[in-house]
C-alpha cells in the first residue's frame, strides 16, 4: 500500500500564482515556512508536498524516480505552477518534473544548493551528525531563527529510521547532473547556489551552462539558504516568474 500523500498548504485558493515548494532529504514541507508566508502574501497558493519517506510518509522505494513520480498527484486535474522550488534532493527531483509540465504555460524552476555530484560517505556523515537539539542548531547556524531550527529537528524525527542508508542504496550514481540535459523552452532554471566555502553540496564549477540556466552564487551562505538567506531565494521566486510573465530573458 502507498503511503498517504502529505502536505502543507499556505494562502489562499482564490490566490492568482501557485508555487511548488520541495523539502531536500531528511527535511519536511515546514522548511519552507519562512519563504511559503511571503510568497502566500504575493498573492500565491504555496504547496509543499512531502516526500516519500518524510514527513511519516514510510516508503521501500526510495530510487529519485519514485520521489517524482510519487509527486505527480500534484498536477492531476489541470493543475499548473508559476514555479517550482527544490532545495538540495528535492532539487533533482523537481528536475525530474519538468517533462511533465505543460508546454502552453512559461515555468520557472528555482533550485536552492541542489545536489548534483558528491561523496555519499562524506554527506552522509553530515546529515547523520545532524540529529541535534533547537539549541544546538541555533548556536551553529548564528542566523537561523528558532522556527527554522525547531522545523530541522522536526524533519529529522519525522524521517524514516533509515531514510538516508536507503537514499544512497537505491540510488547508486548521485549523479544528476545529466538532468538538466533537456530543458524545454517553457521553462526557465535559476539555480542559488550556496558559498562554496560554507557548503560542498553543489560545487559551481558542476553547474552547466545552458541558455536557459541562470546561477546565482549566494556569498555567505551555507547549504541551508532558505534558513541563512531567505531573502534571496524569496526575491529570486518572485523575479523569476516576473520575467516569464513579462516575456523578458
Same mark, same amino acid.
Given at each position: ?119 555519499? *560517505?562524506?554527506?552522509?556523515?553530515? @546529515? ?5 537539539? /533547537? +539549541?544546538?542548531?541555533? $548556536?551553529?547556524? =548564528? ?84 534558513? *541563512?538567506?531567505?531573502?534571496?531565494? @524569496? ?5 523569476? /516568474? +516576473?520575467?516569464?510573465? $513579462?516575456?523578458? =530573458?
Amino acid at each position: 500500500m502507498s503511503p498517504v500523500p502529505s502536505a502543507t498548504q499556505w494562502g489562499t485558493p482564490a490566490a492568482s500564482k501557485r508555487a511548488l515548494l520541495i523539502h531536500g532529504n531528511t527535511s519536511s514541507s515546514h522548511t519552507w515556512e519562512t519563504i511559503a508566508q511571503a510568497l502566500a502574501k504575493s498573492d500565491y497558493l504555496v504547496t509543499a508536498p512531502n516526500m516519500l519517506g518524510h514527513g511519516y510518509r514510510q516508503s521501500d522505494d526510495l530510487r529519485l524516480g519514485a520521489l517524482a513520480e510519487d509527486l505527480r498527484s500534484y498536477f492531476a486535474d489541470g493543475i499548473v505552477y508559476d514555479v517550482i522550488v527544490g532545495h538540495s534532493l528535492g532539487g533533482d527531483v523537481a528536475l525530474l518534473l519538468i517533462p511533465f509540465l505543460p508546454t502552453d504555460k512559461k515555468t520557472a524552476v528555482v533550485l536552492v544548493d541542489p545536489g548534483l555530484e558528491f561523496d555519499k *560517505e562524506t554527506l552522509a556523515r553530515r @546529515i547523520f551528525g545532524n540529529v541535534r537539539s /533547537v +539549541e544546538v542548531h541555533m $548556536a551553529d547556524h =548564528p542566523t537561523w531563527t528558532r522556527r527554522d531550527a525547531v522545523t530541522r529537528v522536526m524533519g529529522l524525527h519525522m524521517a524514516q529510521g533509515d531514510l538516508v542508508k536507503q537514499i544512497f542504496a537505491q540510488n547508486a550514481q548521485f549523479t544528476f547532473g545529466h538532468l538538466f540535459s533537456a530543458i524545454p523552452p517553457h521553462v526557465d532554471v535559476t539555480i542559488l547556489v550556496a558559498d562554496p566555502e560554507l557548503s560542498i553540496i553543489c560545487p559551481p564549477d558542476q553547474v552547466p551552462v545552458h541558455p536557459q540556466i541562470q546561477s546565482v552564487l549566494v556569498k555567505g551562505s551555507g547549504h541551508w539558504i532558505q534558513h *541563512e538567506k531567505p531573502d534571496v531565494v @524569496i526575491s529570486t521566486v518572485l523575479s523569476a /516568474v +516576473e520575467r516569464l510573465a $513579462a516575456g523578458r =530573458p
